[in-house]
Every structure is written in structure tokens, then in C-alpha cells.
């Protein structure tokens, strides 16, 4: 954010405490033995017994494990072992769906949003919930993530630049056959329908004036027909 902004300085200061911290993290908070960064230390100096999925997601999306440590950690992104505690709260399972979306597993985020949030509207629900059972909150804004991850990934629209003045459209279909919807943007709203056949992918948009509009095809497709309009 501070680069963005043209913060240099405030972006160096705050990229130099993060490597610091993941030094101490990395010698103080790791346990070779259960491969994984245990919740706290105890007031005795050892390692607390707990383990939690969302401290070693928040530590695998903040880039703080090495390479070998990254990968031993990464499948419990979406399965994490039955005695770890496990995620809970959709917020904080959105930072697991980011993981996914770096590591270009679009097939499990799709599975996630299906197996946690489906469980919401198989028992009626109407709103997002703040927390999967027993909500406190049971129209709970952060708990929305879907709506951003379906529409940026899924049907596949970004902005290249801040102001969504140039615009990628990069499909990623998964296991879907056809995805429809509607982006708003600082100059209208961004149409965006495709289907697939095959091994086609069908792509349909209307961009408001001003976009530049960039496509991309998801791999093992090919564009049959791109239009400009709906």
C-alpha cells in the first residue's frame, strides 16, 4: 500500500520489521518435530502443544516459512490434520483462499467455498455468517469473500491498473461449464459472460468506455469467439 501511494520510505521500514519478524518467528516458533509453527510459548519456554490452521496459514501467506517448510505446510491449507485446531471463522478462511489462488489451485478453492460455505445454505441461510456454527452475527459483511473470489478468479476480472482503467478478464473454470456476471467499475459496469465446450471456452463482455480491456485464456483452452458485446 505505501508503494502504491508513494510511501518509499514508510515501504522499506515496513518490509525490514517484516523480515525480522519472520527471522524470530522461523527460530523461536517452529517445531521440527510437528512440522509445524505452534501457537505460542509457554511461560516454562517451551513450545506450546497447540497447533492451529490459521497461524500457519497467516505464517504461509505472509511469506514467512522457507521453501521446505512452505511445502510441508501447504496441503493443510485445505485439510489440516485432525488435531490441529481448525479454522472456524470465513475471514479467516479467506486468507486460505488467497494461498490457493497464488499456488493456481482453483479447483480446491472452488471446493472450500462449496464444503464451508455451501453448509450455510444447507441449513438456510440467507446471509453470510460471521463463523460457520453458532454464529454470533448472522449477516456478517466479512464473512462475504465468495462474492470476491468467484468474481476475480472464477469469472475472472481484475484491474491491472488501481482504477480498473486497464482490466484483465482471465477465466478460471475449474470444474464449472459457464460462470455470468456483472463487475462494478469507476466507469460503469463490466459485463462478463463464458461458457465452455469442450475444449473452447466462449467469452462474452461489455466494457464501459474508458477500459482497456486485456484476455487471457486459462490453460488447456483455446478462445472459440470473443465478442464485445452480451
Excluded at 496441503?75 to 478462511?93: D, E, N, R, T, Y
Aim: charged fraction near 20%.
Amino acid at each position: 500500500m505505501a508503494l502504491v501511494v508513494g510511501k518509499s520510505a514508510d515501504a522499506q521500514r515496513w518490509n525490514l520489521f517484516a523480515a525480522h519478524l519472520s527471522v524470530a518467528i522461523n527460530q523461536h516458533l517452529w517445531s521440527e518435530e510437528l512440522e509445524a509453527y505452534v501457537d505460542s510459548i509457554d511461560e516454562d519456554g517451551q513450545l506450546s502443544a497447540k497447533i492451529s490452521q490459521a497461524v500457519n496459514v497467516a505464517a504461509l501467506f505472509s511469506g514467512v516459512p522457507t521453501n521446505e517448510r512452505a511445502a510441508q505446510l501447504l496441503p493443510a491449507v485445505v485439510v489440516p490434520p485432525q488435531h490441529w485446531i481448525h479454522i472456524g471463522s470465513p475471514f479467516m478462511l479467506s486468507f486460505s483462499l488467497e494461498l490457493l489462488v497464488r499456488e493456481r489451485r482453483f479447483d480446491e478453492l472452488l471446493q472450500v467455498i462449496r464444503s464451508r460455505w455451501g453448509r450455510m445454505l444447507d441449513r438456510g441461510a440467507t446471509a453470510t455468517w460471521e463463523t460457520f456454527s453458532n454464529p454470533r452475527s448472522w449477516c456478517h459483511a466479512w464473512s462475504a469473500t465468495p462474492a470476491y473470489f468467484l468474481s476475480a478468479h472464477i469469472l475472472g476480472v481484475s484491474p491491472i491498473e488501481v482504477g480498473y482503467k486497464r482490466i484483465c478478464i482471465a477465466p478460471q473454470p475449474g470444474d464449472l461449464t459457464w460462470a455470468r456476471g456483472t463487475v462494478p467499475t469507476p466507469f460503469g459496469k463490466l459485463d462478463v459472460e463464458w461458457r465452455v465446450v469442450g475444449q473452447y471456452l466462449y467469452l462474452k463482455y461489455k466494457a464501459p468506455e474508458g477500459c482497456e480491456i486485456e484476455v487471457i485464456c486459462p490453460l488447456g483452452f483455446e478462445f472459440k469467439r470473443i465478442t464485445d458485446a452480451i
